[in-house]
């Protein structure tokens, strides 16, 4: 039969192939499967995933940056040091925080 070898970092394997024989069953010998649970969902439902938690996420940056340009504005409306003139007010505001950690 023919060799195949693999090589992988510090690891490197020799395989021999001895015939074109087909597994009886699906399960391969490392115990995966190809009917696994994991393997279904994503066929089935791998991209509606993928879009869901680019939405969810480009939410999540959009009302971060909304937050903290009110909470800086709020800021300059009560007569603050702006934060590019050096004023470090904005620390205090409960908005710009809710900003932050969104």
């Known amino acids: 039969?023919?060799?195949?070898?693999l090589?992988?970092?510090?690891?490197?394997?020799?395989?021999?192939?001895?015939?074109?024989?087909?597994?009886?069953?699906?399960?391969?010998?490392?115990?995966t499967s190809d009917s696994s649970w994991i393997t279904r969902l994503e066929n089935s439902y791998g991209f509606y995933i993928g879009l869901g938690l680019a939405v969810f996420s480009s939410f999540l940056i959009g009302?971060?940056?909304i937050l903290k340009k009110k909470g800086l504005l709020r800021l300059v409306e009560k007569g603050g040091t702006r934060a590019g003139d050096g004023g470090h007010g904005y620390?205090?505001?409960?908005?710009w925080w809710a900003g932050l950690l969104t």
């Open 91 to 95: 620390l205090k505001d409960w908005l």
């Open 63 to 65: 009302s971060s940056v």
């Open 1 to 5: 039969g023919s060799l195949i070898t």
């Open 7 to 31: 090589s992988c970092l510090s690891h490197r394997v020799v395989c021999q192939v001895i015939s074109n024989a087909v597994p009886a069953d699906s399960i391969q010998e490392n115990g």
